[in-house]
């Protein structure tokens, strides 16, 4: 019992979740520097006190079917639950089709990826969507 109150007291809520889904994972390298762009544009939506960036990665392997379906499993739990709103894509268009969830205004970004944000369908949507979508703009204004 105590061990719940702890992880429920010391558990952190990230402010601004972002999908990788791609063949090959992120890097540590290349996942830091995705958080620490949001973290510089970001701003604290749940009033802890800290801004939290969480990269959540899919990866999707031609070589290894069982890990590629534990994944898509993973990321149709985050995306029923609305936990990302920010997308980081190979090929936007063929995950569009896919998974019907990404607006059609995503833009390249380094290393052959693409930055997309995520569109909803239900009256269900991200926590903290307004702020989300603030992010967005910046974003979009940063990448000229």
Known sequence: MGSLIWRSITQVHPDYQIAYAASVPLSEDESALWE???????????????????V??????????MYTAANNVKLMADLDSCESYFFLLEDP?????????????WFPVENGLYLARR??????VS??????DALWKRLLKEAG
């Open 36 to 54: 620490a762009k949001l973290l510089a544009l970001g701003l604290d939506c749940n009033g802890d006190g800290k801004v939290v960036i969480q």
């Open 56 to 65: 959540n990665q899919y990866i999707f392997s031609q070589e290894d079917a």
């Open 93 to 105: 268009e063929a995950f569009r089709e896919s998974y019907e969830v990404l607006q059609e205004d």
């Open 119 to 124: 569109t909803f369908y239900e009256d269900r």
């Open 127 to 132: 926590k903290n969507v307004e702020d989300c």
